[in-house]
């Protein structure tokens, strides 16, 4: 089944504390995206990848990092978690480029006390 | 700052009638236009995609963009209650993509 997995799907935790948000996908996508969802303001972009070592910075990339060492991978790093950086992230990929529609993985709730 | 503008609704109709969401944007370079749908808790999933101006049907669903105006709109048509849902507008310039705030549609039994 053609899939973007995210783990975890839940996780609450404290100030400052590292965490990483794993996303894979099984498609052979080129393109992976991150974006955080809040209330009243929609999916924002973090970072995106066009492809293997390629990344680039999203509207809103602030206290994130990513990487993208196989093409299937494109995990989201926190390294210094805030409580501003809770939210609902979403990770997406698609063929090509982001003018493809994407595909989005089930979603995961940080919470940052 | 390129910006993609949504009446946040809700957005209420009654079951059998027509749906239309509205969606403008700033980018005059975005060359793709997207509608999804997302139910309460769940990941957005891709409703219609749209390239060029005119439009585009798809079952219930018709996507309709004029790039003049900067508009994309979506209408979905004997609108159902499982239609009821948050749908997000989208839209591309080939690498970044910008989500508007999305419009709440409740379809009334």
């Known amino acids: 089944e053609a899939q973007v997995t995210q783990n975890p799907r839940y996780l609450i935790t404290v100030t400052g504390k590292k965490l990483t948000v794993t996303c894979s996908q099984n498609?052979?996508?080129?393109?992976m995206s991150w974006y955080r969802q809040d209330p009243g303001l929609g999916l924002r972009q973090i970072y995106y990848?066009?492809?293997?070592?390629?990344?680039d910075k999203g509207d809103v990339p602030e206290g994130y990092k990513v990487s993208r060492k196989e093409k299937r991978n494109f995990p989201l790093i926190l390294e210094s978690p805030s409580p501003n950086q809770t939210s609902l992230y979403f990770c997406?990929?698609?063929?090509?480029?982001?003018?493809?529609?994407?595909?989005f993985g089930d979603g995961t709730r940080l919470s940052i006390l | 700052q390129k910006e993609v503008e949504q009446n946040s609704g809700p957005l209420s109709v009654p079951e059998g009638a027509i749906a239309s969401l509205n969606c403008t944007y700033s980018?005059?370079?975005?060359?793709?236009f997207f509608w999804y749908r997302q139910y309460s808790g769940k990941s957005p999933e891709l409703i219609m995609s749209?390239?060029?101006?005119g439009d585009k049907e798809d079952g219930r669903f018709t996507a309709q963009l004029n790039k003049a105006s900067q508009y994309v709109s979506l209408l979905i048509r004997d609108s159902q209650p499982s239609d009821s849902a948050t749908y997000l507008c989208?839209?591309?310039?080939?690498?970044?993509?910008?989500f508007g705030a999305g419009t709440r549609l409740f379809v009334k039994a």
């Open positions: 749209i390239y060029s101006n």
């Open positions: 498609m052979n996508h080129e393109y």
């Open positions: 989208a839209v591309s310039g080939g690498f970044k993509t910008i």
């Open positions: 997406a990929s698609s063929l090509g480029d982001s003018n493809q529609p994407q595909h």
């Open positions: 990848s066009m492809n293997v070592e390629v990344t």
């Open positions: 980018d005059r370079g975005s060359q793709s």
